[in-house]
Every structure is written in structure tokens, then in C-alpha cells.
């Protein structure tokens, strides 16, 4: 997209077949002929861009709940954070009594949407991009809120005074691709050594590399790790006055409701064999490492299955957002016609495969056991116990699907 082709969409003749595309079938297969019924009446760069604004709108309402209404780039919309993440980092400055906040590298205003959200709350979004501002600006309208907008490149001094907390947001993907290491964000996470806010929240790759951040956590940054629905999504560098010692993880469900591990130093489970249930524990928690706190916040026994897998067990059939639970029928060694055997000799004619620390591929394995499809299903789970490649046969899981 560039200037052009952002006026065209922003104005009548743009939003008029914006409009006719909200109710067709925007699939691949029906590309063509959508493209033949714009360029009856729009150039051919005009008709392409409202064809690929319009299936970002789609893909968008997932995270954004006025999409509709949004205007996107590709790269820009993968970026960006939705209403439910985006509004649980915001409130951290409400709380905190923050009036003035810069969203800085605000792309397309998904953080400059939910902080101008906050009553009492005057953002600023500044971003290199003269386009990308444009774009934030229209978003940001979309939901009835205002912000001031500024042209400026984040590497160079802040144009910016009297704001005394900021959200930053860098650039986490080259020529499409994401990047993982905070030495290959763009500007690289250096950058905000040179800043002198009160308070200042980073977003990060979930899987960024721990090690990296010393530097900020040594100086008592905090690192939140939140999933949503299950899904581990993003990763948020808290420092100045919202640090704190440590990782904590935060689960978000749908409808915005959240619940956090803080860090307390608990030791993690000690080690068991395999017992009548296993429990994976929600994304935010494994990567925040909190095992030992996910025991105390649970109230019950539970048991890591090795020293190096997140997996844990126990006797009870937890019900708990912050896991889920399957009943182990057996357990045993991993060896494949042993496998196959007691699952022939239980009845099960089917098989979903979950993996933690094994090296096979589960679509190859359940190839390798050529079950015959017609007895009742089962869960294999490929692990370490004690060091040792295990394989776990168990029920379907219990309670709530994340």
C-alpha cells in the first residue's frame, strides 16, 4: 500500500467497494472473478488493493472487534497486538496514574487505541512511517478516540517532553520472516538504553532468548509472559516503576478476564513417575518457569515427570485455567511394537500424539502404529521420565478446552 492507494481506500469510490466485498466469499478460489467485477470500474491496482484490504479486515476480526472498519498492511496487522492483550498492558498505566503516554513504533494504533482508551489518558503514537501514522490515525478513529500522532525515527532523540512513560513497540520480522533475537529487532532493544522515561513497557517476541534481556532484568525490569486462550502470544519487558523481580505469567480469556502467577522463588516439584492424570500447564507458565507456584495456586500434589519437561503429574483430576488434564491408562519405555501392543490389547483404534522432549514427529508416528481406525481413541504423549523416552497412553483430557 502506499499514499495513493490509501487515499483511494479511505475515500468514496474505496469505501463503496470495500463495502460490496464485506459480503462476498473472499476465498482463494473466488479471487478472479472478484478481481473481474472491480476492475470493471476500478484501475487494476485499485481493485487489487481493496481485495487484500478487505481479507486483512477478515483476518483482523480475530483480534480487533471494529476490523470493518481498519485499515491494515500485511506485515503490519501480523504485528500487531488485539484488543484483549493490547487493553491488559494498557491498564498497567492506568494504574499506575500515568496521564501522558508515547506509543512508540505504534504501527497501525493497536496500542495507541487501547492506551486512548484509558479515561484521563493523552497518548502520543510516533512511528517512522508517514503511512503507517496515517493508517493509525484512521484506526484510532474508528473507535472514537483521538491522539497526537509524530513523524519521528526512534533511534534518533525523542521529540517528545513531559511524557513520562511510554509503551515500545520494535519491529520483530525481516523480509517477512520473524525474528527471535532482540539483537535483530528494528531499532535493536539498545535503543531505549538512551531513554529516560518513569516508565517503560517493551513488547517481545514470546520466544525471545532470556539470556538477552539480563542486562534490563539485572537492572530490575520484569518479564511478563500471557497467553490467551491457551495460545503463548507475547512476551512484555516491564521496567522503571512498573518493574519487578523476576517472570510472571498472565493467561487472558476472550472476554478480557485475566489471572497471574506472580513470582514468589517457590522451588519447582520434585520428580515422580507418571501417575493417574498428567497436566500440561498453560504456555505463559512453562516459559515463565513458575512450577513451583502453579503447585502452591493449584493446592494440590503435583510432580514433574523429569527434570527438563514441563509436563507434571499427580493423583487428582484438576479442573484449573491454568492447565489441562488427562488420565494415563499406562505408561511404558518407548518401543514401538510395545506400543502398538498395549494399545491394540486397550482397544483403541485411533490415536492423537502430543510430544514434549522426543524426537519423533507425531504424524510419524501415528503412521508407524497403523491402527486400524475402528476401536475407541486414545492420547499418546512422547516424553522423558527421569531421563528416559517414554511413551504415556492416556484418556481424552478433562474438563474445559482451552
Known amino acids: 500500500m502506499n499514499e495513493d492507494t490509501f487515499a483511494f481506500l479511505l475515500g468514496p469510490a474505496g469505501s463503496d467497494a470495500l463495502a460490496r466485498l464485506a459480503a462476498e466469499d473472499l476465498s482463494n478460489a473466488h479471487t478472479l472473478a472478484l478481481l473481474n467485477v472491480l476492475r ?95 493508517l493509525a490515525r484512521a484506526n484510532v478513529r474508528a473507535y472514537g478516540y483521538d491522539a497526537g500522532w509524530l513523524a519521528a525515527n526512534l533511534t534518533d532523540p525523542l521529540p517528545l517532553h513531559g511524557i513520562p512513560a511510554a509503551f515500545f513497540d520494535p519491529a520483530r520480522r525481516d523480509k517477512g520472516r520473524r525474528v527471535f533475537s532482540v539483537r535483530d529487532y528494528q531499532p535493536l532493544l539498545d535503543a531505549i538504553r538512551a531513554w529516560t522515561f518513569d516508565a517503560l513497557a517493551v513488547k517481545l517476541s514470546p520466544g525471545v532468548a532470556l539470556d538477552e534481556l539480563a542486562p534490563y532484568t539485572g537492572a530490575g525490569a520484569g518479564v511478563e509472559f500471557i497467553s490467551v486462550a491457551g495460545e503463548l502470544k507475547e512476551a512484555v519487558l516491564w521496567m522503571g516503576a512498573f518493574g519487578f523481580a523476576g517472570r510472571c505469567a498472565t493467561r487472558l480469556n476472550a472476554d478480557g478476564s485475566a489471572a497471574t502467577l506472580a513470582p514468589a522463588g517457590l522451588p519447582a516439584p520434585p520428580l515422580s513417575e507418571p501417575r493417574a492424570y498428567l497436566y500440561e500447564p498453560d504456555p505463559a507458565v512453562i516459559r515463565a518457569g513458575l512450577f513451583g507456584e502453579l503447585a502452591a495456586e493449584i493446592g494440590a500434589g503435583v510432580y514433574r515427570l523429569d527434570e527438563t519437561i514441563a509436563y507434571l503429574t499427580g493423583d487428582t483430576a484438576l479442573d484449573s485455567g491454568w492447565l489441562r488434564t488427562w488420565p494415563v491408562e499406562a505408561w511404558l519405555p518407548f518401543h514401538l511394537k510395545r506400543l502398538r501392543a498395549a494399545l491394540v490389547e486397550r482397544g483403541v483404534g485411533r490415536v492423537t500424539v502430543k510430544k514434549r522432549g522426543s524426537p519423533i514427529a507425531p504424524e510419524t508416528l501415528q503412521a508407524q502404529l497403523r491402527l486400524d481406525g475402528a476401536g475407541r481413541p486414545a492420547v499418546v504423549v512422547l516424553t522423558r521420565v527421569a531421563g528416559q523416552h517414554c511413551a504415556l497412553i492416556c484418556g481424552e483430557p478433562l474438563g474445559r478446552e482451552r
Open 40 to 134: 470493471r470500474e476500478l484501475p487494476p491496482e485499485q481493485a487489487g488493493a481493496a481485495l487484500t484490504l478487505a481479507r486483512l479486515r477478515e483476518h483482523a476480526a480475530a483480534k480487533f472487534s471494529r476490523a470493518g472498519t481498519m485499515f491494515f498492511t500485511p506485515e503490519a496487522l501480523e504485528q500487531a497486538s488485539g484488543e484483549v492483550i493490547a487493553a491488559w498492558r494498557a491498564r498497567r498505566f492506568a494504574e499506575a496514574g500515568f496521564a501522558r503516554v508515547a506509543d512508540l513504533g505504534c504501527g497501525i494504533g493497536g496500542d495507541t487505541l487501547a492506551l486512548a482508551a484509558l479515561p484521563g489518558v493523552w497518548v502520543a503514537g510516533l512511528d517512522r512511517d508517514p503511512l503507517r501514522l496515517r
